[in-house]
């Protein structure tokens, strides 16, 4: 673990390394392109008079969506493997420790912290332990749900042979069809909405209560404890 000292008590840890902080600011601006094409996607705007040919609103929003899932699909396989080449800390998205005692302990009480239950947080370098969770079952199996039945439903138009349809076709019949699909995967896209809303509110709410900085640290990487050294 890299740490450095900061003026005064308080110390630093270097957490994100470089790949892990653009993979971060690249998949939220995905999200956020997915979900607005997707949103209009699933109730088309007003395109206005004559031909939809001349104005070719829809399909400038069909295209939007489309780069946003190939760039959500390939950086997520880029997360995957820098899981395995960055530091454990990397590694934390995809990994639960439940057979840790401490990690279990660590879990039920930032649960009371965040339910305003707790009144002295703990401090970790990296993810707490709810936040683990949360991260990867709301965000990481989620957004693997998304990429699968988002190139299925991409099957369908590319054709029977293409390799969307290769890869992925298989996912339609499982989840009932190309209906069941469809409104499978705008329910997913809720659950990531849902999932950035509380994420934007847990890392401003520790920095202001927790006395460490959260949002600064995926922009430079490093994690500040203001009053000192983490315990965790």
Not at 80 to 97: E, K
């Amino acid at each position: 673990m890299t740490e450095k000292a900061m003026p005064g008590s308080a110390s630093s840890v270097y957490v994100y390394e470089a790949p892990v902080r653009l993979w971060h600011w690249v998949n939220a601006t995905a999200i956020v392109v997915l979900a607005v094409s997707g949103y209009f996607i699933g109730s088309p705007p007003y395109a206005g008079p004559g031909e939809a040919s001349d104005h070719y609103l829809m399909g400038t929003i069909r295209f939007a969506h489309f780069a946003a899932g190939y760039i959500l699909a390939v950086g997520l396989l880029g997360r995957l493997y820098w899981a395995l080449a960055g530091n454990h800390h990397a590694r934390q998205l995809f990994v639960l420790p439940l057979w840790s005692r401490a990690w279990r302990q660590d879990f039920w009480h930032e649960l009371r912290w965040y339910a305003f239950l707790e009144d002295a947080p703990r401090k970790f370098s990296g993810h707490n332990p709810l936040a683990q969770t949360a991260m990867l079952v709301l965000f990481v199996l989620t957004t693997v749900f998304m990429v699968l039945s988002g190139f299925a439903l991409y099957s369908e138009g590319a054709g029977k042979g293409s390799w969307q349809d290769a890869l992925f076709g298989w996912v339609l019949p499982l989840l009932g069809g190309s209906q069941p699909t469809h409104t499978f995967h705008h329910l997913g896209m809720w659950v990531l909405i849902v999932f950035v809303i509380a994420h934007i509110y847990v890392a401003v709410r520790e920095e202001i209560m927790s006395s460490q900085s959260m949002v600064s640290t995926m922009i430079s990487g490093w994690r500040t404890f203001r009053d000192g050294r983490p315990p965790r």
